[in-house]
Every structure is written in C-alpha cells, then in structure tokens.
C-alpha cells in the first residue's frame, strides 16, 4: 500500500468524527498511526480524557469522561480501544459484542 492512499485512508477515518473541521487535538481514537503520536493531557480528544470537575464560584463543571457517540466509536480500531476513556471503552466492547452476536444467530 502506498504512503498517499495510507494517508487518505487515514484522513478519511478521521474525519468520521463530527468535530474534525474544528479539532485541532493531536491524538485522536480515530488514528490508524495514534501509537505515533505524542503529546500532553491536554493534546488528547475530548473522547480520550478523564472525567474531571472544576469549580469556579458556585458552579462546577465537568470534562472528559464522556461516551463517545456510536456514529464515531464504531470506526475507532480496536488497537486504539486502550486510549479511549472507560465508559467509550465499555460502550465500544458492548458493541462489538453485540454486533458479534448479531451476525452469529440462525437466520
């Protein structure tokens, strides 16, 4: 396979997800090459990070730990599960295994 339809198979599976055009993370779940990349707490997608709460004043406000939506977390590679937050890695493993099942029934 050649490196051009690599990277255009790569930019395509990135751009799955509805928030690419405004994204400017450098490590993404969606990333054939994510084992690559480096960076900081910060450099990682909203679906990758912990939940964390801040207060300011009298409100708080939470970050991080969300699931990821299905339409995106059905193309993360399973080689980028290990990334993922903990509730996008159970919701990405009870959907394999539900797709799994599904295909395994008598018709």
Avoid at 32 to 45: Q, W
Avoid at 69 to 78: G, K, N, Q, S, T
Avoid at 84 to 107: A, P
């Amino acid at each position: 396979m050649s490196l051009k339809i690599q990277t255009e198979e790569l930019t395509q599976n990135l751009k799955k997800c509805r928030n690419f055009a405004r994204c400017n993370q450098n490590r993404c779940p969606l990333d054939f090459e994510l084992h690559l990349r480096t960076g900081s707490e910060s450099d990682k997608c909203r679906w990758m990070r912990k939940a964390s709460k801040t207060k300011i004043g009298s409100k708080e406000f939470v970050s991080g730990g969300r699931v990821m939506p299905d339409a995106i977390l059905i193309f993360v590679p399973e080689s980028n599960l290990k990334w993922l937050n903990r509730v996008s890695q159970r919701r990405w493993i009870k959907f394999k295994q539900s797709k799994y099942e599904n295909n395994t029934t008598i018709k």
